[in-house]
């Protein structure tokens, strides 16, 4: 009895000791990966990227029917450049009731300034002027610049005054699509008074001149000099 007893514990002995060496711990489990929450349980992820905006600087009130609007204006002598009235000038408007007045007296230099897109369908500024000068050629000057550089120059002087409204045009292809600062500008000496008067400034695609224009052209030269009446005044013949 004693030996079947004794058998008996030695038996649930080594039952046990193999259990205990084969038995596999948790510990030694492997981790299991654990599954992603689902997308809506997921934290939002925001990705900010930079807005690139591309300003478009058209040209601003080219007709000044607006004033002073779009237009940055210098004067020496601080005469009123962009007005209503050329008086005492016998000089009207070339359209509207506004107009832009540059010169008008002796070491006057007159400028208008304006930062603009040069559109790339249409690189060519036009703009009507009219040329009243009591000065001998080379001294009085009138110059459009780019960018503070001058792309373009011609006289003020009694051979160039018009004696009406003439259209310019002049070739800013080499700026085509480049956001520019676009100055016109007058600069005369210490004696014999030139005067630029400009209206209706614009873009247009090509150098041509309309039938239009033309039709809305007046050159007298001959009968352009006036007389110089004193500061800021210039009475300009009838042509």
């Known amino acids: 009895m004693k030996s079947f007893s004794r058998i008996t514990l ?3 002995v080594l039952a046990v000791t193999v259990l205990s060496a084969t038995a596999p711990s948790w510990a030694d489990e492997p981790t299991q990966a654990q599954p992603e929450a ?3 349980a997921q934290a939002d992820i925001k990705i900010f990227l930079p807005i690139i905006i591309k300003t478009q600087l058209t040209l601003v009130n080219g007709n000044f029917e607006s004033g002073n609007t779009g237009w940055t204006v ?3 002598h601080s005469f009123i450049v962009i ?3 050329f008086a005492p000038n016998n000089v009207p408007m070339h359209g509207g009731s506004w107009g832009a007045w540059l010169g008008g007296d002796d070491n006057e230099t007159t400028s208008l300034q304006q930062q603009v897109s040069i559109p790339a369908s249409a690189p060519y500024l036009a703009f009507w002027h009219w040329i009243g000068s009591g000065d001998a050629c080379g001294y ?3 110059t459009l610049s780019v960018n503070g550089a001058v792309v373009h120059q ?3 002087c009694y051979l160039t005054s018009t004696s009406g409204w003439v259209k310019k045009v002049v070739n800013l292809s080499a700026y085509a699509g480049q956001a520019v600062t676009l100055r016109l500008q007058t600069q005369n ?3 014999a008074n030139s005067n630029l008067f400009v209206d209706d400034v614009a873009f247009q695609a ?3 001149i309309t039938s239009d224009d033309i039709a809305g052209t007046v050159v007298n030269p001959t009968n352009g000099m006036g007389t110089e009446t004193g500061e800021n005044e210039y009475n300009l013949p009838q042509p």
């Open 154 to 156: 011609y006289d003020l």
């Open 10 to 12: 030695m038996l649930v």
């Open 140 to 142: 009085d000057k009138a």
């Open 38 to 40: 689902p997308i809506e």
């Open 74 to 76: 210098s004067s020496t």
């Open 206 to 208: 090509s150098a041509a």
């Open 83 to 85: 007005r209503q009235s």
């Open 189 to 191: 000496d210490s004696s």
